[in-house]
């Protein structure tokens, strides 16, 4: 195992609580290497000046793309090298078409350069040899004006998979990373998947983030005071004009007390309409019930994670901040920045591609006291769900899966419903049923 990889993995698992580990472990790059046969790494970025596309490739992915013969099959001689960029120019700009807002954009080539491998490596290539090892680097630059709203590249270049079946290989998929508006994701492309295409959202994190419910709220109880009144009044006048009449014996007080009455009445349904004069008693935020509870730690659950897609330090803080508050969000933010967002030695990098809630648990409901005395609902959740990660090293992609069950505290705050606290009851590889079980605090590697 990489001794890089190994020396913080023994530092974190006795440093600190097993759910930070777990959160880095589900895609920790372990065992990377480089592999024989064809292999592209790509790297796309997008900023308001350009769609950058950044590639490095052997020399077999090379001769797969283009007709280049070379004197020496496995090096590009110094007479040969002026006739590369001219090949993947017109490769690329024919095979594999970037769009940018819907219009067609040629590249150019820039920063080529090729490596001198490590020949010690040469082992691991009993097929391609030499070729397998030497790279050439370069990037393809596509001017936009201004920043984008939509990018569509196409990508239908798959060669052959000879580590999966050397006698009829399949075509190779190809893992790829794009880093757009501060947040970087995984794609892969494949015969089913032939491309990306990109849409701007903008870059506010509240924006990427899933909504997280509100306290439920009891509505208070709107008594229509001043109509009330009115509607009172205007029988009395009835009830008084009635009184009158039998007693004089005349018809004209009820007459008079039936207008006056009608001009209550009026009065009454206006300010019943209106809302005007009503008082409201009652209501306010309530602790949730099982199901609310459960609909407010999803959004939360996900957000975590969805945390660790931005690149920049800052952008992680601050988008983990919504979701996690007090001492689990300085922990949380240190570890795993730490273990799943920084590019290992060689080019390892490993990513979140997919969250999936199993089960879903929710516990005791209940009130406690909050930092300013007020009260405040809070509620546990048992939950089981699933991680899929995604390494990728020298344009190949592992997926990784753990499944793990932990306990989990959430608050209801003066920002709104938070994570403080989880402790990890299980946790397991799913690839196959025969894997080790990993008990709480135990070091693994996925």
Known sequence: MNTLVDRPWRLLSTAIPAFVVLLVAAIAPADVHPQDGPHVDVRISIDESA????????????????????EEPARISTIEWPAVEPLLLEFFTRRHPLRIDGQLVEPSVEGLQINDPDLALLPLFPI?????????????????????????????????????DAVDPPPLDIAAELDAEGVRQPLLFSGDRPGVTWKAMGESIDARLLEVPASPVDPPVAIPVLAILLFAVGGIVIVVGIRMSRTSGSSRP????????????????????????????????????????????RPLHANVYRAFDYVDEGDIYDALDRSVQGPFLQKLYRTIFQGLVMQEEGGAVARISEVRPIDIVVGEIRQEDGDDGDAR???????RWQVEGVVSHWGHSHRRINEYVAEWDVVDGPDGWRLVDARITEQDRIESPDEDHFGDGDEFEL
């Open 254 to 297: 009820i007459a008079a007390s039936v207008v006056i009455e009608g001009l209550f009445l009026i009065g009454g349904v206006a300010v019943l309409l209106t809302d005007v004069g009503t008082v409201e008693f009652g209501g306010g935020p309530r602790a949730p019930d099982a199901e609310e509870a459960e609909a407010i730690f």
């Open 377 to 383: 609902s809070a509620f546990e959740v048992d939950c």
């Open 128 to 164: 391609s040899g030499e070729r397998g090892l030497r790279k050439i680097r370069f990037e393809l630059v596509y001017p936009t004006d201004g920043k984008p709203s939509t990018v569509e590249l196409s990508w239908t270049t798959f060669p052959p998979d000879i580590l999966t």
């Open 51 to 70: 769609v950058v596309v950044r590639l490095e490739m052997n020399l077999v992915f090379l001769d797969h793309i283009v007709d280049f013969p070379r």
